[in-house]
């Protein structure tokens, strides 16, 4: 049954509506768009409806039954529905429904405004908090970083400092005693 309203109620008039915007017969173009217009009014009710009628027996059928009838060239039931309903009910609250429209719009957009602020405020604080968290987290682990190498710079510094650095470190002001004195040594050996 769904498959059937999908079809007849929703593609078949799609494609109509198409051929008769391509073709631009206001007649059929306006058929078209009352029959849209009642086929929205119909589903929105039709959510409604299916929450306390769906027991009733032939429920669907008579839906379908709708439908066809909505659609039917010799019973044109949207187009009556339109003239006789809808059209005379719209115009005589189009003024109230324009205020409300524009209401809702305005409320809409100063919630959408308000949500907005909120959530980039709630998206700031966040991230201000992950970065000090982070930036803690980063500092204190370079800080067991460095911790951890001076402590083994310091506990093996005679294994991991290679001796000739530690020659030339301490053997720059001893040098030129060491050099005189070996100088000495052998030049007076050599004598």
Not at 46 to 68: G, H, N, S
Not at 103 to 127: C, E, I, P
Not at 136 to 159: H, K, V
Request: hydrophobic content about 40%.
């Amino acid at each position: 049954l769904l498959f059937c309203r999908l079809i007849f109620g929703t593609l078949y008039p799609a494609y109509y509506s198409y051929k008769a915007v391509k073709s631009k017969d206001i007649k059929e173009y306006v058929k078209w768009m009352m029959y849209w217009i009642i086929f929205a009014l119909f589903t929105t009710a039709e959510t409604f409806t299916d929450i306390f009628l769906c027991w009733f027996p032939f429920y669907y059928e008579l839906k379908i039954a709708f439908v066809a009838w909505l659609l039917s060239p010799y019973t044109k039931g949207s187009s009556l529905l339109y003239r006789k309903f809808v059209h005379p009910t719209l115009s005589s609250k189009e003024k109230e429904i324009d205020d409300c429209l524009v209401q809702a719009k305005d409320r809409s957009y100063d919630a959408l405004v308000h949500f907005g602020k909120r959530g980039l405020n709630v998206a700031a604080t966040a991230a201000v908090m992950a970065a000090s968290k982070g930036q803690g987290a980063l500092s204190e682990r370079l800080r067991s970083f460095s911790m951890q190498d001076l402590s083994t710079i310091r506990g093996d510094s005679s294994s991991t400092v290679p001796p000739s650095v530690t020659v030339r470190t301490s053997s720059k002001q001893s040098q030129p005693k060491t050099s005189r004195s070996t100088s000495e040594g052998t030049g007076s050996s050599g004598k």
